[in-house]
């Protein structure tokens, strides 16, 4: 049998998702390998890494889990069933505008309209675009649980939001800064 081949795309990849701590380590065990064939060290820190990434995902579900059972008491009190089903888009789509929410729950723009004024009401979505035409709601609860999720130990990688749906995102003023 032949030798592993020196770089998988898998393996090319991994750097740029690794803190740079990690990023140090991973190159010194590559070089490890390439200079004394020492394969153990280098998949013992990847195996490493991937315990460590599951018991994260792990931890973040069951949050996420906790946040929509806490998400369904606030709606079930404000809102009936097309509230429930507004929470139930947004953990697919995290950011809705009006007529998202209209087409996906297949309801009136006015109560798609009230839904939306209702939710950012309670906390549960941000109004980002500062306009009083196409606006853009942010959920941002459920965003802030898949932020700043380290891989592979210590550090911080950033989860970017940029998946809209069809919806421009873009602020309709600029300057001014969306309330975290």
Same mark, same amino acid.
Not at 15 to 38: F, K, M, S
Not at 60 to 87: D, F, Q, W
Not at 146 to 167: H, K, M, N, V, Y
């Given at each position: 049998?032949?030798?592993?081949?020196?770089?998988t795309?898998?393996v090319?990849? #991994?750097?740029?998702?690794? $803190?740079?701590? *990690?990023?140090?380590?991973?190159? &010194?065990? %590559?070089t490890?390998?390439? /200079?004394?064939?020492?394969?153990?060290?280098?998949?013992?820190?990847?195996?490493?890494?991937?315990?460590?990434?599951?018991?994260?995902?792990?931890?973040?579900?069951?949050?996420?889990?906790?946040?929509?059972?806490s998400?369904?008491?606030?709606?079930?009190?404000?809102?009936?069933?097309?509230?429930?089903?507004?929470?139930? #888009?947004?953990?697919?789509? $995290?950011?809705? *505008?009006?007529?998202?929410?209209? &087409?996906? %729950?297949?309801?009136?723009? /006015?109560?798609?309209?009230?839904?939306?004024?209702?939710?950012?009401?309670?906390?549960?979505?941000?109004?980002?675009t500062?306009?009083?035409?196409?606006?853009?709601?942010?959920?941002?609860?459920?965003?802030a649980?898949?932020?700043?999720?380290?891989?592979?130990?210590?550090?911080?990688?950033?989860?970017?939001?940029t998946?809209?749906?069809?919806?421009?995102?873009?602020?309709?003023?600029?300057?001014?800064?969306?309330?975290?």
């Amino acid at each position: 049998m032949g030798r592993p081949p020196r770089h998988t795309p898998p393996v090319d990849a #991994l750097p740029q998702l690794l $803190p740079q701590a *990690n990023r140090v380590e991973y190159y &010194d065990r %590559l070089t490890a390998i390439r /200079q004394r064939g020492h394969w153990e060290g280098w998949t013992r820190f990847f195996l490493r890494g991937v315990g460590e990434t599951a018991t994260q995902a792990t931890s973040t579900a069951r949050a996420i889990l906790e946040l929509r059972e806490s998400h369904r008491a606030v709606v079930g009190e404000r809102t009936g069933l097309n509230g429930m089903r507004l929470l139930d #888009l947004l953990f697919d789509s $995290p950011l809705v *505008n009006v007529n998202l929410a209209k &087409d996906n %729950l297949a309801v009136a723009f /006015q109560t798609a309209n009230s839904l939306v004024g209702e939710f950012e009401g309670a906390g549960l979505l941000t109004e980002i675009t500062g306009g009083k035409r196409g606006r853009v709601s942010r959920y941002d609860p459920y965003l802030a649980l898949l932020q700043d999720e380290p891989l592979f130990g210590s550090g911080a990688g950033r989860l970017q939001t940029t998946e809209t749906r069809g919806i421009d995102a873009t602020p309709a003023n600029p300057t001014r800064t969306p309330a975290r």
